[in-house]
């Protein structure tokens, strides 16, 4: 039964969708369903009529075209029907993408987003599986945005493989049409091919190891029909190769006898070095004796002198030890100095202080002295002016005017001076916005230089690229997305390759230009196929310009990340990488590192060309670029080497200039906005002006009015003002004291207090002086010893010269026959090494026993070794004709005729052990297969003779060797009057098909190990007979104890069919009258219905 629910939802009237179990009462029998919660798996009973791995409960959210939705399918036959567009495939397609089925498989999207009901983000299908350990929930959560899934397996996050390995586990392969044929997969099962089939088969309804034995045989069929081949080819070339021997078998004896004699040759020319070796060893032997002699005696005469050496060197150790304690005192002698140096300064200091504390206790005396003076002569002054302001008229009646006026005048000077503000304000905001008119106008005509300069360029090298550009601009908005230009331009919004291309900086254009071709520099770039189409038709059809024309690619490439970090590369002098040297729109940066990998191009300095090979061996990068140079490195295809090329930089020409024509236009918008504001500063200025002018008027007549009043009370005003200020300088001069007696015995105590720390410094300046005179007397004393053992040092010296000349013969002579000796040991070591050459020895390998037994038996000396020597030659000449190759390729043609003899038999063991594995496996795997497929046959024969119709299954192969070539051919008759022919694509009707389909699908049903199948929509082309006949088999079969769980979806059906109680009919329902979930009870319908049935009659 299924109970399907949605959530609210008012956006059309097809929005509500359900699936619905027929109850008791209906048309239909049925058995009775309960709803399920979708978020709880059903108790699992101790025995039941599920299969394992059987369909408990299907649950759909937000998928296709249902918002919620369960459905609790029987464990027998399951009839789901509905009218088209109801959503019947939506639960196949919820079964095979919920059991880890991918969306292709269903044949109506490849990408699981689409499955997501239009409108929501995401979406989710949960099954549940029969287990007799437990049922298995699967949980498929699917993010529209992202295109992904989450899976869950009983309510716990897992992996989509781990799915698959449960799915599979319980046999269930929702991609073998031979399980599950959903709707749009109906018309390919008649076009599997008899191999298809056959594989289909095994893995539906054969045992596990059925389908991995026939692999297994044809693995090792392929395997065995290489190693008949490689045997059969070994042993014809085994023939060829001893015929070829027996043929050149003279010759190699001949040749041989010749070697012979050679080989004495050799010996010989062998020991002939080592007797001349030998000869000159005895007169080394001579000379270093001798030389050993006069070594002897040098070595007597240098002991004799070793007691005097020592002495000398004594004496130097204590002329050494003096002079360092000399040293010593004169450092300390240095440090005493100093510090009397520093105790004389001291004491100075304190000098200086007691000079200045008497200086300042007299500047305190004469201050003293000078107040009482100024304080006499200012009472006398404030007398005199008391008298005259005692004779000054009385015009306190004036100050109300004179505070009136000053009022006025101060409210009006108020006024003026907010106006001069202002007027100095806009001022100052005129002066800076002529400055920035200015600069705006100057940036301009600079952008106007560079943008020219660009052009310039662009119209005489390529006119027709130049008139594009001029038609791009005038026409921008016939196209859909955006239109670049080329490189060679800076423009924003409207851009051309080269136009679009900003540098960084200048000097790295030249990496830019050298990288990409003229032609794309000069290419504009699309976003949009459609809008290239619309711009090449004007350009190129109607005005006939040669342009070129780019589209970007639709998945953007300019933030892609190089393959290699640049840190990793700095070390060999590398900077950046081309795609950061300039800026560039989106588009074109992204055509750029698509088509020109500038993304995976370093630029390097001088320091990259000098490690260059090292650069190349280590990094292998494809395009390198130095200070001044290009290099491309290639791998040989044949040889595996590399070979790198490289070419000098040619000189930038377009991307030197770069303009930013946004930027202009923002100046040219802010320069509308300065004139602007400079119109509104003018207008200020003028109204501001004509307020001043009235003010100043005001201000002038008021002070006049106050100078007059002023004047009459002025005289009074300033007596009265200077006896106050006299007043209370006098005040201030009375209250400044000073007490001369305390500030002397201040001065007194603080000179005393010095005079005890200087006394003290003299004391120990005294101190330091007496240990400087000591030091002085210790460093004469040691300078004395030092001149005493200079002297004695001098005198040995003497005596060891006189002791040297006879040292000095003797060594003389010793060198003389060591030189001798060296001489002498050289040949030794050439003569050596010649003969260790002539015998093929290292320098560390003795001469082998085989030499040593070869020279016993030859002459000792010079003399009979060349008289042999030439004997052996004349023997070894008579033999011609011979031919070395000859002989090396006889012995290599046995010896590979050896190697070829024991591959030969290791392959024939091979292949005896391959033939006896296929023997066993091919018979593991074909007595039962052939056993199956008489099974199959016998329920399809039933089947077609039931509906008076014939039809057979067999087991089809051309050569029963190959594995790979066995089938499954169906043959079928419909009509007596015809021969049996195979189910093709082309030979039978498509309702012929569909009853040839359905009945091999339920011929294998009940010998299927899969635990369900689904089929959908398969009775569509059939007529009506035969789709009763089908359908009384399906019901039949389907419905017997022990089958597998079947799942029979269709839009229609006949009426008066037969039906059994152990069916479960889903109808599914879709409409814009629908029940909210909330509302649907199926008991309350059941109870309804039996009342209006109850009171019918009495109405």
């Not at 209370?728 to 201040?746: A, H, P, V, W």
Request: hydrophobic share 30%.
């Amino acid at each position: 039964m299924a109970t399907p629910s949605r959530k609210t939802s008012t956006q059309s009237p097809l929005a509500s969708k359900r699936a619905i179990l027929s109850d008791p009462s209906s048309e239909v029998p049925s058995k009775k369903k309960s709803s399920v919660p979708p978020a709880a798996p059903r108790p699992l009973p101790s025995s039941g009529p599920f299969v394992e791995g059987s369909i408990v409960r299907i649950a759909m959210e937000n998928f296709l075209t249902y918002d919620v939705c369960e459905v609790s399918p029987g464990p027998h036959l399951n009839m789901i029907i509905g009218a088209n567009g109801t959503g019947k495939s939506s639960i196949v397609c919820a079964i095979c993408l919920g059991l880890a089925g991918k969306p292709a498989f269903m044949g109506r999207a490849d990408k699981v987003g689409f499955f997501v009901k239009r409108g929501c983000s995401k979406g989710m299908v949960e099954i549940e599986l029969f287990r007799t350990s437990g049922n298995l929930v699967i949980t498929r959560e699917i993010d529209v945005a992202k295109n992904q899934s989450s899976w869950f397996i009983n309510k716990k996050s897992t992996s989509p493989k781990a799915v698959e390995e449960q799915v599979a586990a319980l046999n269930i392969q929702v991609g073998n049409l031979c399980q599950f044929l959903p709707q749009d997969k109906v018309g390919e099962f008649a076009k599997l091919s008899k191999i298809e089939l056959l594989e289909a088969t095994e893995k539906s309804v054969g045992p596990p190891e059925m389908h991995k034995y026939h692999c297994e045989l044809k693995n090792f069929r392929e395997k065995e029909k290489q190693l008949e081949t490689s045997c059969k080819q070994k042993t014809e070339y085994l023939e060829k190769m001893i015929q070829r021997n027996e043929r050149y078998k003279q010759d190699v004896d001949r040749f041989y006898e010749r070697k012979r004699h050679l080989d004495l040759i050799e010996m010989l020319e062998a020991k002939r070095p080592w007797v001349e070796y030998e000869n000159v060893r005895q007169e080394y032997e001579e000379v270093k004796l001798a030389r050993d002699q006069a070594k002897e005696e040098v070595r007597k005469l240098k002991e004799s002198q070793i007691p005097i050496t020592e002495r000398i060197e004594e004496m130097e150790r204590q002329r050494h030890s003096l002079e360092a304690r000399i040293r010593e005192k004169a450092l300390a002698i240095k440090e005493t100095s100093q510090k009397c140096k520093h105790k004389q300064d001291v004491i100075e200091r304190k000098d200086k202080q007691i000079e200045e504390l008497q200086q300042a206790l007299t500047v305190k005396q004469n201050e003293e002295h000078d107040r009482q003076r100024r304080i006499s002569n200012t009472r006398k002054m404030i007398e005199d002016l008391q008298n005259e302001l005692r004779t000054t008229e009385n015009c306190e009646n004036l100050q109300p005017q004179i505070d009136g006026i000053t009022n006025d005048l101060r409210r009006v000077q108020d006024e003026k001076a907010l106006c001069e503000s202002e007027i100095i304000d806009k001022r100052k905001e005129r002066e800076t916005l002529e400055k920035e008119k200015r600069s705006v106008d100057d940036h301009i005509v600079r952008f106007d230089n560079l943008m020219n300069q660009k052009e310039d360029k662009l119209r005489q090298r390529y006119r027709d690229t130049y008139d594009a550009v001029l038609w791009l601009r005038n026409n921008r908005d016939k196209f859909k997305q955006r239109v670049c230009e080329p490189i060679m331009l800076t423009v924003r919004n409207l851009f051309i390759l080269v136009i679009s291309i900003n540098m960084k900086d200048n000097k790295n254009a030249k990496y830019i230009e050298n990288h990409i071709p003229s032609n794309d520099l000069r290419a504009f770039v699309f976003e949009n196929q459609e809008d290239m189409e619309v711009f090449l038709k004007e350009v190129r059809d109607n005005k006939k310009l040669r342009v070129n024309a780019v589209i970007a690619p639709k998945n953007s490439y300019a933030d892609k990340a190089p393959s290699r970090s640049l840190n990793d590369l700095k070390q060999y002098g590398f900077f950046s990488y081309l795609r950061e040297l300039f800026d560039a729109p989106d588009p074109v940066m992204s055509y750029l590192c698509c088509q020109y990998h500038i993304h995976e191009v370093p630029v390097g300095t001088e320091r990259t060309r000098e490690k260059i090979e090292r650069v190349i061996q280590e990094t292998r990068l494809k395009q390198i670029y130095t200070a001044e140079e290009k290099y491309v490195v290639k791998t040989s295809f044949y040889s595996n080497k590399v070979i790198s090329s490289n070419t000098s930089l040619k000189v930038a020409q377009f991307l030197t200039v770069t303009v930013d024509l946004e930027q202009r236009r923002h100046l040219e918008e802010q320069l509308k906005e300065i004139n602007r504001k400079l119109q509104a500063v003018d207008s200020g200025l003028i109204a501001l002006h004509e307020t001043n002018k009235h003010l100043e008027h005001k201000d002038n007549e008021l002070r006049q009015k106050k100078k007059e009043l002023l004047e009459r009370k002025t005289k009074k005003r300033q007596l009265e003002q200077k006896i106050s200020s006299k007043l209370g300088s006098l005040k201030l001069m009375e209250q400044d004291t000073c007490n001369l007696e305390e500030e002397e015995r201040k001065a007194s105590t603080k000179i005393k207090e010095i005079n005890i720390q200087k006394a003290k410094l003299v004391t120990e300046l005294t101190n330091l002086i007496k240990n400087c005179t000591a030091l002085h007397i210790q460093k004469v004393d040691l300078i004395l010893q030092n001149t005493t053992v200079i002297s004695e040092k001098n005198k040995l010296e003497s005596d060891y010269m006189a002791t040297s000349a006879q040292l000095r013969i003797t060594e003389q002579h010793f060198i003389e026959l060591d030189e001798n000796r060296q001489r002498l040991l050289q040949k030794c070591k050439e003569l050596m090494k010649r003969a260790r050459q002539v015998c093929n020895l290292g320098a560390e390998q003795t001469v082998p026993q085989e030499y040593q037994t070869a020279f016993q038996d030859l002459p000792n000396t010079l003399d009979e070794i060349d008289a042999l020597l030439t004997e052996e030659r004349s023997r070894a000449s008579c033999f011609t004709g011979l031919n070395p190759t000859v002989v090396e390729e006889y012995t290599k043609r046995e010896e590979e005729i050896e190697q070829l003899t024991a591959e030969l038999k290791i392959k024939k063991v091979e292949l005896d052990k391959y033939r006896e594995n296929i023997s066993q496996v091919k018979e593991r795997w074909l007595n039962p297969l052939k056993e199956l497929v008489e099974k199959i046959n016998e329920k399809f024969s039933y089947f077609f003779s039931s509906m008076q119709c014939a039809g057979e299954v067999d087991l089809h192969t051309e050569n029963e060797e190959d594995y790979d070539k066995y089938g499954i051919r169906i043959r079928v008759k419909f009509r007596s009057s015809t021969e049996l022919h195979e189910l093709t694509p082309h030979h039978q009707s498509g309702g012929e098909r569909s009853v040839s389909t359905m009945l091999y699908l339920m011929a294998l049903q009940e010998l299927n190990r899969c635990p369900f199948r689904v089929v959908d929509e398969i009775n569509q082309g059939m007529d009506p007979i035969n789709e009763r006949r089908v359908f009384e088999m399906v019901v039949n079969t389907a419905c017997k104890e022990n089958t597998s769980q079947y799942f029979f979806i269709t839009p229609k059906l006949l009426q008066n069919l037969p039906y059994s109680e152990k069916m479960t009919v889903l109808f599914v329902y879709n409409g814009p009258h629908m029940l909210e979930p909330n509302r649907w009870n199926l008991k309350a319908f059941q109870r309804r219905r039996r009342r209006i049935t109850f009171t019918q009659p009495s109405q």
